[in-house]
């Protein structure tokens, strides 16, 4: 495999990666539309909806994590290629302020923040399609 190759995946993995993001940006303002019209429903729909909800919240996580994984995969072979002495992947690895020759992980942060997202969306998605009150009264 050559530098361009680990490049082109990368710009493709980064288009996935951004689309996943959007629908998980995008997710959390679509389900509080669905319980809004679902709020006259019989529980049993609204619960159906909800367990539906939030398998697709933890399916979204689940392929985002593992594009944005992939990712650090791709940058650890370019800084791998860097180390066997590859000029361009050594050009853009500096440019980039990364390490050569080593293994190139996501920040403890990063993981930790969409822990955090997913929790938050999981507890408001049972909140809205079980006990948010929709009507003033």
Same mark, same amino acid.
């Given at each position: 495999?050559?530098?361009?190759?680990?490049?082109?995946?990368?710009?493709?993995?980064?288009?996935?990666?951004?689309?996943?993001?959007?629908?998980?940006?995008?997710m959390?303002?679509?389900?509080?539309?669905v &319980?809004?019209?679902?709020?006259?429903?019989p529980?049993v729909?609204?619960?159906?909806? *909800?367990?539906?909800? $939030? =398998?697709? !919240? #933890?399916?979204?996580?689940?392929?985002?994590?593992a594009?944005?994984?992939?990712f650090?995969?791709?940058?650890?072979?370019?800084?791998?290629?860097?180390?066997?002495?590859?000029?361009?992947?050594?050009?853009?690895?500096?440019? &980039?302020?990364l390490?050569?020759?080593e293994?190139?992980?996501?920040?403890?942060?990063? *993981?930790?923040?969409? $822990? =955090?997202? !997913? #929790?938050i969306?999981l507890?408001?998605?049972?909140?809205v399609?079980?006990?948010?009150?929709?009507?003033?009264s």
């Open positions: 495999m050559s530098e361009l190759d680990v490049f082109g995946f990368i710009g493709m993995n980064r288009s996935i990666f951004s689309t996943l993001f959007m629908c998980g940006v995008l959390p303002l679509a389900v509080v539309v &319980a809004y019209l679902f709020r006259h429903f529980g729909m609204r619960g159906a909806a *909800m367990v539906s909800t $939030l =398998i697709g !919240v #933890v399916m979204l996580t689940f392929f985002t994590m594009a944005q994984n992939s650090f995969v791709m940058l650890s072979t370019l800084s791998e290629m860097a180390g066997n002495g590859s000029e361009m992947a050594t050009t853009f690895l500096n440019s &980039a302020n390490p050569i020759g293994t190139i992980n996501p920040p403890a942060w990063m *993981m930790a923040l969409s $822990l =955090i997202q !997913v #929790v969306n507890v408001l998605t049972v909140y399609f079980l006990f948010a009150k929709w009507d003033n």
